[in-house]
């Protein structure tokens, strides 16, 4: 018993990283109606930005705030010159400018700053809490920050003007036009938020999983996961989606015999699919009724 | 996310009269075919057998890429898998070869069996899923599959993680030519057959109603149409195409192992989709022979950054090329056509109803 | 003159859909555009919004709107209820009338407006916050009018807004469509089928045949002319 608490517990840990990822995740797609596969590589771009800034002197939340700007900025300019061309391309399409960012991205990472594991710090700190080991500071200040993003965006989203018109534009873009939405805009600014959130993901991530060009790799793998098993269309499924698959891998490499760390991946997917197959549109989604 | 393409007829449909032979009208596609096959057979004699090895590859994948595109492009299912049919068909051959001593003729319609039936099995509770669902549920399969192959019980079969080596196919004794070059008419003739097989099946009636269930899902099962059927098949027919080019892959290589069937190689296939145009048959070759030169271009380049100028051309071939080759021959076709008012042109059809 | 169309052509692709079509609506006035399917009507209205390839010359309020984008177009004071009512599907009844408000920054008359529609939607009331895509087709049709309303156009684009509906239905949005124009004076270009009941409610009336303006009278002359009727109008 004692075992199973512990690994959940470290689930939850874990399970944190995979809930920002999911909520950068869910963010973008609320936004832009695609998954975008280049967003683990965006994030990882960003905490080297913020790496190479302190390595320039500056101290951690300058390079933060730099990044997360940097990041939105850059967030817009992807949107506005690489995507807003092809916008009318087949969907696969599509799929292939993201494999394309995706590879951009990853190999210049590694040219600039090569690919030996640098150390990211945290503003944490890595006090265990509650003396026992089973969650320090820092994981506690990962679900936290996670929390109070999905908190903000819940707000922005249902409670804003602008809220509401990102996702009136990325939900039907021709009928939005139509009661006067900038609809070029709307999308630029999700990019740009998904890009900054996934900054904030990428920073909180790296003191953990360490920084590298490859780091954000996995971790993409199970925010999609999470994201999905939460069902895409709400932030708040994704968190929950993030945190169940860290548990879910955390429990598989514990109590499934032969399950080595490589199997786990699979382990957690196959059951996120059974999930999926109970419940297809995800724990949280809501089923889109729509008249033939 | 459902898949579309701009046309529902798989190949390009401008048609021009050219010539009269003996009563049946040949038309522009039947020259073209032609000539195509006729430069491919005599290949091995006039390039180096690198080359000739490196076309090999070319047409085997383009027949992987063949099966993804019965599943996705015609069929609208999305698929990240692809690479575990893949390697199923290479390590059904592979084994039946190194273990049981089978020839390699026969792999191939066993690796193509086998993997029909993984795929139609997939496919069933894949009928559930759509979408973006469908492709995390095949991306599962992808990540599994270099894990299920290393797997320590099942080592003795699989060889585990250092593989399995293999005898390349000899040539028949009757035929003046090497085992290279067997390779590539073996693979040649292979490929012919699928791909008209193929081209017969889309333009039949079942081609027909694969191709509605991905553009009216609802309307066609209206129409009695068996969707869950169809798409079942559509999964298990795609699945032994590319079965059959792993089974090829494996001969080709004479080598198989775990990790050379991962999630990337899924992508490859994807990527080569794209390029090559979705829905086009012709095209598959195409998008073969983009993922085989293109990475290594790009890596001559520049070795620290190949990723980066990959993804940069790949950027560039989506820009100007958003429909893939065959809706760049297309536009091409149409655009010339245009300009000679020829008899019985006909421009492809893209436009949207108007009211 | 509010709205002036003149030398009109579109295309879509290489077809061209409108030829050389003109027509006037001006502040407050209800015009009807018939014909039957096929004939271009839709295109109309999809040329004045600047969702179509165009020729010729559109002029709203003097402007020359043609090539504008549509939400530009749509801040001038023109909503488009088109086929199809293009409802947000996903989003609560009362989120579709907010997103109508969109372009407008005086909260306290958004609120007012949206009791208001109510009050002449009550249907809708009840359904406020339900998702749009649950509503029957009327209710639906209901939704987008309002949600059209809320913008305080000056010119309401309607897009066959009897398609699909019961004739009980159709004769009560109707008879709102009339109570609306009498009390806010907003100008109407209502595409139709169903001639008799746009006959009915507009003033004046275009004949679309084959992308061109055949007929443009007054609409007690068409509606009077049965040779017209039988041979166009199918009544």
């Not at chain 1, 548990?247 to 699979?266: M, S």
């Not at chain 2, 003996?22 to 039947?30: D, P, Y």
């Not at chain 3, 004076?185 to 303006?213: D, F, K, P, S, W």
Request: with cysteine.
């Amino acid at each position: 018993m004692e075992l199973l608490l512990q690994q959940v517990m470290a689930g939850l840990a874990t399970g944190a990283i995979y809930a920002c990822m999911a909520l950068s995740v869910v963010m973008i797609y609320q936004a832009i109606d695609h998954l975008n596969f280049a967003q683990g590589e965006m994030a990882m771009f960003s905490t080297f930005i913020a790496w190479q800034a302190m390595a320039w002197g500056l101290p951690y939340w300058l390079a933060f705030i730099i990044s997360v700007v940097l990041s939105f900025i850059g967030g817009v300019l992807i949107e506005r010159v690489l995507f807003r061309p092809i916008h009318n391309a087949p969907v696969l399409s599509n799929l292939v400018a993201f494999i394309a960012l995706f590879s951009i991205l990853n190999s210049s990472a590694g040219y600039i700053w090569d690919f030996t594991i640098k150390e990211f710090p945290t503003p944490f700190g890595t006090k265990p809490l509650f003396g026992r080991g089973l969650i320090d500071a820092h994981e506690a200040g990962m679900i936290g920050v996670t929390l109070v993003l999905l908190g903000l965006l819940y707000v922005f989203f249902r409670g804003t003007r602008l809220g509401l018109a990102m996702r009136a534009a990325a939900a039907n873009p021709e009928s939005a036009r139509l009661v006067g939405i900038r609809v070029g805009w709307m999308t630029a600014l999700g990019w740009g938020m998904a890009a900054a959130i996934g900054a904030v993901a990428g920073m909180l991530i790296a003191p953990v999983v360490f920084l590298e060009p490859n780091m954000m790799l996995g971790v993409l793998l199970y925010g999609f996961a999470g994201a999905v098993l939460g069902g895409l269309a709400s932030p708040g499924g994704a968190v929950a989606g993030g945190f169940a698959v860290g548990i879910i891998e955390n429990l598989a490499g514990t109590f499934i015999p032969y399950v080595g760390r490589e199997l786990k991946l699979t382990i957690a997917l196959i059951l996120i699919v059974a999930v999926l197959m109970i419940r297809p549109s995800g724990i949280f989604g809501r089923r889109v009724v729509s008249r033939v | 996310m459902t898949v579309q393409s701009e046309e529902t007829v798989a190949v390009p449909t401008a048609v021009m009269v050219t010539a009269d032979v003996s009563g049946r009208r040949v038309t522009t596609r039947h020259v073209v075919i032609a000539a195509t096959i006729a430069i491919a057979l005599v290949i091995p004699w006039i390039t180096k057998s690198f080359v000739m090895f490196q076309l090999t590859q070319v047409m085997i994948y383009g027949l992987a890429i063949l099966g993804l595109n019965l599943l996705t492009g015609f069929n609208g299912q999305f698929s990240l898998g692809h690479s575990a049919f893949y390697g199923i068909g290479a390590y059904t051959a592979a084994i039946l070869m190194h273990q049981f001593g089978l020839g390699y003729v026969l792999t191939l319609p066993t690796a193509g069996a086998v993997c029909f039936v993984v795929g139609f099995l997939f496919g069933l509770p894949a009928l559930r899923l759509q979408g973006l669902y469908l492709a995390l549920a095949t991306f599962a399969l992808a990540i599994a599959m270099p894990q299920i192959l290393k797997f320590h019980p099942l080592e003795t079969l699989t060889g585990g993680v250092q593989g399995l080596v293999i005898d390349q196919p000899d040539p028949p004794s009757f035929l003046p030519v090497d085992s290279d070059q067997w390779l590539y008419y073996f693979t040649l003739i292979v490929i012919l057959v699928m791909f008209w097989a193929a081209s017969n099946l889309v333009r039949s009636r079942t081609g027909r109603a694969i191709m509605a269930i991905r553009d009216h899902p609802i309307a066609s099962a209206a129409m009695g149409v068996n969707g869950a059927l169809y798409k079942s098949l559509t999964f298990g027919v795609s699945a032994l195409y590319t079965g059959v080019a792993g089974a090829l892959g494996a001969l080709a290589i004479a080598f198989v192992a775990p990790d050379s069937f991962n999630f990337l190689l899924s992508v490859s296939f994807l990527v080569g989709l794209v390029i090559g145009g979705v829905g086009s048959i012709p095209g598959c070759l195409f998008g073969g022979l983009f993922v085989l030169y293109v990475p290594n271009i790009a890596e001559s380049i520049s070795t620290g950054l190949a990723g980066a100028i990959y993804g940069v051309i790949l950027l560039v071939v989506i820009f100007v090329m958003p429909a893939g080759a065959a809706g760049f021959v297309r536009f091409a076709v149409a655009f010339l056509g245009r300009r000679r008012p020829a008899r019985n042109t006909t421009a492809p059809n893209t436009t949207r109803n108007a009211n | 003159m509010m709205l002036e169309v003149d030398g009109l052509d579109a295309f879509y692709g290489q077809n061209q859909a409108l030829y050389r079509v003109a027509f006037r609506v001006d502040e407050g006035q209800v015009r009807t555009l018939l014909g039957a399917n096929g004939a271009g009507k839709t295109t109309v209205l999809r040329s004045l919004c600047g969702m179509v390839r165009t020729g010729g010359d559109i002029r709203f309020g003097g402007k020359r709107i043609s090539g504008w984008a549509t939400e530009d177009i749509v801040r001038l004071g023109v909503a488009h209820v088109p086929e199809g009512r293009g409802t947000f599907l996903r989003m609560t009844v009362e989120e579709n009338l907010q997103l109508g408000a969109m372009t407008r920054r005086d909260r306290a008359g958004i609120t007012a407006d949206i009791e208001r529609l109510y009050g002449n939607f009550p249907r809708l009331k009840e359904r406020r916050t339900q998702q749009a895509g649950t509503l029957s087709g009327g209710e639906q049709q209901m939704l987008a009018v309002g949600r059209a309303l809320m913008l305080r156009p000056r010119l309401l684009l309607l897009d066959e807004p009897s398609f699909g509906l019961a004739p009980l239905i159709v004769e009560e949005l109707f008879a709102i469509l009339r109570r609306i124009n009498a009390e806010t004076g907003v100008a109407m270009l209502i595409v139709e089928q169903n001639a008799a009941l746009a006959l009915e409610l507009a003033e004046h009336a275009y004949l679309l045949e084959t992308g061109r303006i055949v007929m443009d009278a007054p609409a007690a002359v068409i509606g009077a002319d049965e040779s017209i009727r039988r041979s166009y109008l199918g009544y």
